[in-house]
């Protein structure tokens, strides 16, 4: 079995049939329910495992550690994902895979790995670079797409389909060479910048949708030429902005539950002094009480505000399969066309020193105000009113599109990995 199986961010099917993406290279547009939460490392994690959140542990993509009261964000370690890979015999019966550009892919059980891992340097800056498994991979790919891959196009301000088209021509010479594995994952980001930028109606979203069709249509050319099936889906839907953002820790920090250091003119949470505490990720953020006593009470702070659509305790996250000690002692939702932020301050004075730049790791939830330049710069904005796309949520109207040359109808994400798996075994 020959098979590359893309993951396309924010390919919604509502969007797709809007932006004429009913069909790439003879495969018509399936409807596919993701996973919820409906978020990057949830559903990759779902794809590999066959397993829902409650088992695999990725609730989103980030989690609070509660050991260590500090929030990590796009960690890529492979081990925190639970479970059997759905590859594993299939490798034991000879096959090989690759992972291109997924996230906590680093340690994984594959064949070969391409991952971006920039080194931080101590004077500020970054050497940009990728972990590659075997270590000629990289370089191999850089012969295929031209030069070297440019993390700044991947993500922040400067963040546009050039990624993605580095990333294309990378796998078709991969996938022409003696050297490309038997199953093999790759990560389309390009409509996930301006969907977030701009909605789903804006030309330049149009102009991403063009691009994401020259590219899927590159590697499903290429794939038939070379004797592989291809499956391409949507990983979320992103959709419209209309109510703004949701500030869960300002809401803690003003009931006393979130506290909060001082230095200099900046508030830093202070999380050993906190009894609780929202990591927020698009649509959904999870909440740790690090004092048990005050669920209760932030359960009812937090409903109470705008744009809140549900907060769910351990029984009513089973309900939706996402019970996990990594889902948070309440895990939240937005109401459609709401998102969630991370700020705890109201004043940009009084904003830690990471809120304006790019930094996924150290920020204690997603901020795609990265995606916008700040007044400075070398700054990013901090205007969360400029967002006007987001995802996370699952139901009617939030359904993906899947493409594949093979004979496949699943109906929910899950139900596609449990086929793949079959398959593979």
């Not at 050497?127 to 850089?142: G, H, R, T, V």
């Not at 795609?368 to 996370?392: V, Y």
Request: include cysteine; charged fraction near 20%.
């Amino acid at each position: 079995m020959k098979l590359l199986i893309i993951q396309i961010a924010g390919l919604g099917f509502d969007f797709a049939s809007a932006q004429g993406l009913s069909e790439i290279a003879g495969c018509k547009a399936q409807k596919l329910q993701p996973v919820f939460p409906a978020l990057t490392c949830t559903v990759q994690a779902t794809l590999r495992t066959a397993q829902p959140p409650s088992k695999h542990g990725v609730a989103a993509n980030g989690f609070m550690e509660t050991r260590l009261r500090k929030a990590l964000f796009w960690e890529q370690s492979s081990a925190l994902i639970d479970g059997e890979r759905i590859w594993n015999k299939f490798r034991e019966n000879g096959g090989s895979v690759g992972m291109a550009f997924f996230q906590q892919s680093l340690g994984e059980s594959v064949d070969q790995i391409i991952s971006p891992a920039p080194l931080h340097k101590h004077n500020g800056g970054m050497i940009m670079d990728c972990s590659s498994k075997p270590e000629s991979l990289y370089a191999a790919l850089q012969q295929f797409a031209g030069g070297p891959f440019k993390l700044h196009r991947y993500w922040g301000p400067l963040a546009s389909s050039a990624s993605s088209q580095w990333i294309a021509k990378a796998i078709t010479g991969l996938i022409n060479s003696a050297d490309t594995p038997d199953l093999l994952f790759t990560y389309l980001p390009c409509l996930d910048y301006d969907l977030q930028r701009h909605g789903t109606d804006h030309p330049k979203s149009a102009k991403a949708a063009k691009e994401l069709r020259r590219e899927l249509t590159l590697l499903f050319n290429s794939a038939k030429d070379n004797g592989y099936d291809v499956i391409a889906f949507g990983d979320y839907a992103i959709t419209d902005v209309s109510g703004g953002a949701i500030f869960p820790n300002r809401t803690l920090k003003k009931a006393g539950l979130l506290k909060t250091r001082r230095v200099k003119s900046m508030l830093y949470p202070d999380m050993h002094q906190s009894k609780a505490f929202a990591v927020v990720d698009h649509q959904v953020a999870m909440v740790t009480c690090f004092d048990q006593s005050v669920t209760a009470n932030a359960a009812e702070l937090l409903s109470s505000i705008e744009g809140v659509d549900s907060v769910m305790d351990a029984e009513e996250q089973s309900r939706h399969q996402a019970n996990h000690p990594n889902s948070g002692d309440l895990l939240i939702t937005a109401k459609p066309g709401y998102w969630f932020a991370y700020p705890w301050w109201n004043h940009n004075a009084e904003a830690p020193d990471y809120a304006a730049h790019v930094d996924i790791h150290n920020k204690p939830g997603y901020d795609p105000c990265e995606l916008f330049s700040g007044t400075n710069p070398f700054h990013t904005s901090q205007d969360t009113e400029k967002i006007k796309g987001t995802h996370g949520l699952t139901g009617p109207g939030y359904e993906t599109a899947l493409f594949t040359t093979l004979n496949l109808n699943p109906e929910t994400l899950l139900e596609l990995s449990q086929q793949l798996k079959e398959r593979l075994s």
